[in-house]
Each structure stands twice: as structure tokens, then as C-alpha cells.
């Protein structure tokens, strides 16, 4: 949050310097897991799983960095649209956390209360509903259109418009806008895309690369490796994710490596497949995707690229989503949810003939969801997950492929094998993981998993002290060594288990902490987390915040299914 808005808010001076901006929050809440993972569906959600999962990133987004709007979500929750919601708007998100920003209404959102959900039998009781459970602005025209009229006819009390009207003009004096409401071109101009900015770009794209598996052919060495064959739908494009703009500079995978090599290495490329009939990039989000793509040119596509594979001593297939298949569905001529997790297209099979060749093969996924790619995972000598990489991505790729940035980043979400173990999660309850007919039950990668070009060794795990009161806190200590050949960094996890509860049951593991650490070859550090009442504790049945005697299992280590465990326990 202080990335955009600078200081918080909370406890700092009333203002948002020149260099920053006011930051929303959203979609809130519980928008992020709706029946059939569609945009705008209803999420049936318990009010425990709300607080202790969903609703945890806002409440710190609130209390604890001042953000200074939120943005209510399009979906319903138990029944009551969250823009018609009072529990959750004014209860919740002003009562319980003492948010003192405005809130937004999503794009259309209010008049969904009429064409949508039927809860409103016009746009003014729509627009009534809205204003009345506090949202204060609105990107629609419920309330310029309505409002007016409705105080007059003294359908309600002007002082709900005052105060909708006070929130959003207290933002504005916090962004200096009475004083200066213009930007200033030439420093627009200065900042947008210089070296600091671009920097950072390439920093945030070394950082988010993922390895999730190596079987020792990464890094490449180019006096071993004399021709390379990028290959793949995604290769040749930039691609941002959703609603980015031109970003005046960027390198696609294939510019990165290209530039990156120079002569040393002889770089083929080939399309292999299309994702959509036209493979648009960064440009795409706001196209319809219903254009599948041509057989025939595909066949031609995925031949052309076996045989530039046969040419290469390494192929690098560049795989995923393109932004017109991973998009915001706001409607049903813009469609952007898949019923699917495989790759889309004819991906699937490039794979196969590619890996047929014999030819040693290193996959990059670029997409915006987690992909079940089992063949991919079993048949590639080494696979990466960029997500989207941003403007560097191409050069952050071509380092991290020829070993010039050691790839440490951990999977902030589990990827399941198939559509069929969704939702896929680490922190799942202890009954929720019987088997399926003919399928394992294990993710195809674990969340927090993550690999590295050297090695890294955990040893004495140790909690200090080992019982503790209710109100009282422990600190977790263990050495992490970088047994490798090359600096690396590393992602230690710490995560607890509540062994026994009196009722509630709880799951059987919870992220806790992690620090990402930096070591040398041969260097060892000693990383601490702290686990106090916060940590340790949990709703009860009566929904109140309790820490509860008993033991808890503490586990540190280099993933959710790789730790070390020792035990706290918590006297009554």
C-alpha cells in the first residue's frame, strides 16, 4: 500500500505527496472464489471462513496501511449483494476496523442491484439501497441520475449524501487536488520508463520467476549450448496481464534471449500453435476470445516447429494464456473464464511432439491462473512459471535461463493436476482430502514450492521458549545453510498446526510467517519468527478470538511439503 499512497495514512500526516496516488482495495470481498471460479457468481462463504481466510488481506490493507478507498465486489455473499450489504460494508469494514476512506462502487455494480441480483426495483431504489449501506461513489449513473430527486421527495435524509459527499472531498484534499488539480507533463514524462522504473520492472520479474523443476540442465552455458530454438505461442508477444496499457517499452521473451546472446548462440524461433486465432498481448484484454484458432494453420504451425526443434540443441517452448483467454468477464460477449485448466489451444500437443524429438526441452509458462500441466511436468527437462512477467520479462528470463539470476521465488497458490481437485489449497481442513477413483490427492506442486540452482539445508529447529501462557509468545529459530555452488536466495516458511480444538476444527497447516533470505555459497544464517496471540489463535463457536491450551505443531521449512516440525505447547 505505501508504494502507492507513500506514508499510511493511519497515524501520519494528512496528505498524499505529489509522487503518489490514493489506493483501492478490491473486489471486496470473497471475489476471489464464486461457484464455478466465474466473475460475478455468488460466493457462498461461512462467515468464520470470511474472517479467517477472506477477509484477513483487507483488514490489513485497512488497519494496518490506511488505505485510503475500498471497492465493493459484484458478487452476493449468503444471499445479500455485497453492494446492498450493510454486515460487511458498514459493520464490518467501518464498524469492526474503523475504515475512515470511501467506498466505491465496481463498474455498474449499484444498477446490478435492479438487473442483476432483483433486490431493487429501479435504479433510484438501487441507487437507495447503495447509498444507504455507505457506498460512496459510484462508476455508474444510479446516483447522478436518481439522487437529486429522491431527497427532494424526502425519500431519505440529505445528510446520507453530505456524508458520501465529505468522504470523497476528504480524499481529494488528501491529494492536494484544490490546491493543484493538474499533473505536471514534463515530469510524466521524465519518469515514465527511466532507468530506476525500468529497474525495478526487471527486478520484480528476477523475483517472481518460479523454478519448479531441473534436472540439471539449467542454467544453459552458452559455449555449450551453439543453437537454441524458442518455440511457442507466447514467445513473441509482451505480455502484462489485464487492463495494462501501452507500456512504451518491454522485451518478449524471444527479444530478451536474442538480445542476451548476441552471435554466441544461433536462436531459431517458431509459433508452434495458436492460443487464439490472433495472439494478441498486453493489447488483447478488452477482445472477445471466442475466435478459436484454425486447424489447418495449427497443423502447419506445430510441424514447422518440430522441425526447427530438430535443428536446436535446447528448445525453450514459451506456453500459458494469452490475455483474451485470462480476462475480466464482464459480460456474455466478453467472456474470460475457462471451465478448464489445461493449456488452451493446441499446446498440449506442441508439447508432445517437441519433447518426441529427443531434443532437451525447458518450458516457461506465462498465464494468469494455475494450469494443470502434468505431461509438461513429467516430460520437460526443466520447467518455469512466470505468471505475467511485465516490460522485463524477457530480460529477466534470458538471465535466469543462462544463470546469471538464480531463480528464487515460491508458489503463492497450489497447482492442482486437474480442474477435478479444485479448490486446490495447502490450509485445507483434516477431513478434506479423501481420494478420487484412479488420481492422487497431492497437488501437482505444492504451494510455497519453489527451486533454486544451488542447495540449501535446514538444521537445529528449535522454540524458545518450548510452553508458554495463553497471552504470552515464543520465538522459532532455525540455521539455514546454502550448501551450493552459487548464491541463492531462499523462502523460509513457517506454519503451525492446532493439533486438538474443543469444537472448531482446524487446518491442518497454517502460514504463519516467512522471511526471503539472500546467502552465499557456503553462508549460513539464523532466521527467527516470532509466534504470539495473534498467530496462535482462532474463532471459536461462539466467534469469539480464542487461544486455546493444548500443543501446536511448528513447522519451518522450504515449502508446505517440505518442513521440519518441533512442538509449542500452551498452558491453560
Known sequence: MCGLQGVSLRGAPESIDRQHVLATAKHFAAHGQPEGGRNSVPANIAERELHENYLKAFQAAVMDAGVGSVMASYNEINGMPVHANPWLLDEVLRGEWDFRGFIVSDGNGISQLEGLHHVADSKADAASKALKVGIDFELDTCYSSTLLSQVQAGLFPEALVDQATGRVLKAK????????????????ERVTNCAEHRSLAYKAATKSLVLLKNDGLLPLEMDKVKTLAVIGPNAAGLHLGGYSADPGHGASILEGIRQKVGERV???????????????????????????????????????????????????????????????????????????????????????KVVETGVQVV??????????????AEHANALFEGWYLGQEGGTACADALFGDVNPGGKLPITFPRSVGQLPAYYNHKPSARRSYLWAEKTPLFPFGHGLSYTTFEYKNLHMTPAQIKPDGQAIVRVEVTNTGRRAGDEVVQLYIHDILTERVTRPVKELKGFRRITLQPGERQVVECMLNTEALSYLNERMVRVVEPGMFEVMVGTSSADVQTVQLKVEK
Not at 177 to 188: G, T
Open 363 to 376: 518450458v516457461l509458462r506465462l498465464n494468469g491462473r494455475p494450469l494443470s500441466v502434468n505431461y509438461t
Open 266 to 352: 544461433w536462436v531459431l524461433y517458431a509459433e508452434g500453435c495458436k492460443i487464439t486465432r490472433e495472439n494478441f498481448g498486453w493489447q488483447g484484454w478488452h477482445q472477445d476470445a471466442d475466435a478459436a484458432p484454425d486447424l489447418a494453420e495449427d497443423e502447419c504451425l506445430i510441424a514447422k516447429a518440430v522441425t526447427t526443434a530438430r535443428k536446436a540443441d535446447v528448445v525453450l517452448l514459451v506456453l500459458g494464456e494469452n490475455e483474451t483467454v485470462c480476462q475480466e468477464a464482464w459480460s456474455e460477449t466478453h467472456l474470460g473464464d475457462r471451465d478448464s485448466l489445461d493449456l488452451p489451444g493446441r499446446q498440449d500437443e506442441l508439447v508432445r
Open 173 to 188: 484534499f488528501l491529494l492536494g487536488l484544490f490546491d493543484d488539480p493538474y499533473a505536471d507533463p514534463a515530469e510524466a
